[in-house]
């Protein structure tokens, strides 16, 4: 099993291009997380999908949208990137049930110039 | 003020040396998670607590319900020890699994 995988790895981009972050899972679970990772704060949730066909907003969803593409696939989007948005991103998955084990994806080392 | 903080947040030790963590939250909680990630960036889940204590290896996890605090140990510290080491609550209150970070403790562990 390959866990959670995040493409791509590293990315630049000029101010107002756009671009989709990929995340898929391989472990079947139901719940699904997009964060950020600043310097000096903690992860941040940006959206999340508790389900296939289920997104909400998180804690700093303002210049990101999300697609829940099926079970697996959870992607996120910057449509005019700003240079607030340069961060690592990581994606993460979890399975219903007492222990709320998240697993987390690489993360996407992005920079906005 | 945070939900939930962390002291310290940097800490070096020698090689061998007992080592504490400590994570304090301002809410109720369902359970809280202790993380550590990699220099090279990846996260991996070390413990859940709902209660009392959890030991893996030479990692012991506590945690206090009444005092809202929950303490991180290391014995026998060693230099692969070495990353950043991050508390998340789960509410009472929140829907689904959605945590609460801590910003993370940077421990580095010297030869």
């Known amino acids: 099993n390959a866990g959670v995988t995040q493409t791509p790895k590293f990315q630049v981009l000029k101010t107002g291009q756009s671009m989709t972050l990929q995340c898929a899972q391989d472990?079947?679970?139901?719940?699904m997380y997009w964060y950020r990772q600043d310097p000096g704060m903690g992860l941040r949730l940006i959206y999340y999908s508790a389900s296939e066909g289920t997104t909400d907003k998180g804690e700093v969803p303002n210049g990101y949208n999300v697609s829940r593409l099926n079970k697996r696939e959870f992607s996120l989007r910057l449509e005019s990137a700003a240079p607030s948005q340069t961060s690592v991103y990581f994606c993460?998955?979890?399975?219903?049930?007492?222990?709320?084990?998240?697993?987390f994806g690489p993360g996407t080392r992005l920079t906005v110039l | 003020k945070n939900e939930v903080e962390q002291s310290p947040q940097n800490l070096t030790a020698q090689e061998g040396e007992f080592i504490t963590i400590n994570c304090s939250y301002s809410?109720?909680?369902?359970?809280l998670h202790w993380l550590q990630q990699h220099p090279g960036g990846g996260i991996v889940s070390l413990f859940m607590?709902?209660?009392g204590k959890k030991k893996h290896g030479r990692l012991i996890a506590t945690i206090n319900i009444q005092e809202k605090h929950s303490s991180l140990h290391i014995t026998a510290s060693h230099p692969r020890d070495s990353a950043v080491y991050i508390c998340a609550v789960r509410g009472e209150e929140t829907s689904g699994s959605r945590l609460t970070f801590g910003e993370g403790t940077q421990l580095t562990v010297n030869p």
């Open positions: 809410v109720g909680i369902s359970a």
């Open positions: 472990m079947n679970h139901n719940s």
């Open positions: 607590l709902s209660s």
């Open positions: 993460a998955s979890s399975a219903p049930g007492h222990t709320d084990t998240q697993y």
